[in-house]
């Protein structure tokens, strides 16, 4: 079974209190949708840092890989109007 956690600091406790009164929401409902948003909001953050760091892997190995033949330029690609050759 898990202990009750007791909230020694009377600013924080005022703080639960008043997020439960403003949400319609028990203190234990309240307290949990702030701990699960916040870890929900760290795991986020922590995955999209995790995807940042891939692409910079990504970046890095297609920079590293040599320059070959002939580099395409925008008259390569596009003809006078904008439009895809």
């Given at each position: 079974?898990?202990?009750?956690?007791?909230?020694?600091?009377?600013?924080?406790?005022?703080?639960?209190?008043?997020l439960?009164?403003l949400?319609?929401e028990?203190i234990?409902?309240?307290v949990?949708?702030?701990?699960?948003e916040?870890?929900?909001?760290?795991?986020?953050?922590?995955?999209?840092?995790?995807?940042?760091?891939?692409?910079?892997?990504?970046?890095a190995?297609?920079?590293?890989?040599?320059?070959?033949?002939?580099?395409?330029?925008?008259?390569?690609?596009?003809?006078?109007?904008?439009?895809?050759?």
């Amino acid at each position: 079974m898990t202990k009750p956690i007791q909230i020694r600091k009377e600013d924080v406790a005022s703080d639960i209190r008043r997020l439960a009164t403003l949400t319609g929401e028990s203190i234990t409902d309240a307290v949990a949708e702030a701990v699960r948003e916040k870890l929900d909001r760290i795991e986020s953050d922590r995955g999209l840092a995790d995807r940042r760091r891939r692409v910079r892997e990504l970046v890095a190995s297609f920079a590293a890989l040599p320059k070959t033949g002939h580099r395409l330029t925008d008259d390569d690609l596009y003809d006078d109007y904008g439009l895809p050759k």
